[in-house]
């Protein structure tokens, strides 16, 4: 009874490196988002996708990559990271429709120095 | 653009007590779907309680119920006979339709709410 799995939990980064954060579900849900948490700001949208090779941008893309090959896959990758990006990155996914809830997976707690 | 404003950041309560966490949303979508979410310290988001846009009752889940106030745009949480496990951060999100036509959650910036014995 997996639900949505985000690896790693923890991670600290030096300013450039690159990294993915790994998130995958086994729920065949078509929807996958991946979110920013940062203090006093909620939850804001990075990427989504909506299927298989299908991806767009959310309020905060820059400096985020994104591809989904597969429906059970959705991994985020930093391309070089930075002080800014210090932030807990959730992975969700869902069904598709304006009343479905979404599963989040549980976390990824992530320091750039 | 889609919005949720929660104006309170911190909410206190006793045990036992009912709490109002309040939460107001802006879409020009005419079908949506609200969605509260709790976050305890340990740090996953726990899906509590939805109303969809068209739904004539506000919903109930156990203890939490959903104040849906169409016109008004607001859809506040209350939390019946507060337990100290409720301590917890708190958020509203809606569903709605992004100009791509898909619809993504949209977050509040979150209540937190602390109960004492």
């Known amino acids: 009874n997996a639900g949505v799995t985000q690896t790693p939990k923890f991670q600290v980064l030096k300013t450039g490196q690159s990294m993915t954060l790994q998130c995958a579900q086994d729920m065949n849900h078509e929807y996958m988002s991946w979110y920013r948490q940062d203090p006093g700001m909620g939850l804001r949208l990075i990427h989504y996708s909506v299927g298989a090779g299908i991806t767009d941008q959310g309020e905060v893309p820059n400096g985020y990559n994104v591809s989904r090959s597969t429906t059970e896959d959705f991994p985020l990758r930093l391309l070089s990271a930075a002080p800014s990006q210090t932030s807990v990155y959730f992975c969700?996914?869902?069904?598709?429709?304006?009343?479905?809830?979404?599963?989040f997976g549980q976390g990824t707690r992530l320091t750039v120095v | 653009a889609q919005k949720i404003t929660q104006t309170q950041p911190g909410m206190f309560v006793q045990e036992k007590e009912a709490v109002t966490l309040d939460c107001t949303y802006d879409t020009s979508d005419p079908s949506y779907g609200l969605f509260w979410y709790k976050q305890p310290s340990s740090g996953e988001m726990i899906f509590l309680i939805y109303q969809g846009s068209y739904d004539q009752q506000n919903a109930t889940e156990g203890r939490y119920s959903l104040n849906f106030q169409k016109a008004r745009k607001s859809a506040n949480l209350v939390i019946s006979a507060s337990q100290l496990g409720d301590s917890a951060m708190y958020f509203c999100a809606m569903r709605s339709t992004l100009n791509s036509g898909y619809s993504t959650l949209t977050f509040g910036k979150g209540t937190m709410l602390l109960v004492s014995p």
């Open positions: 969700a996914s869902s069904r598709q429709g304006s009343q479905t809830e979404a599963f």
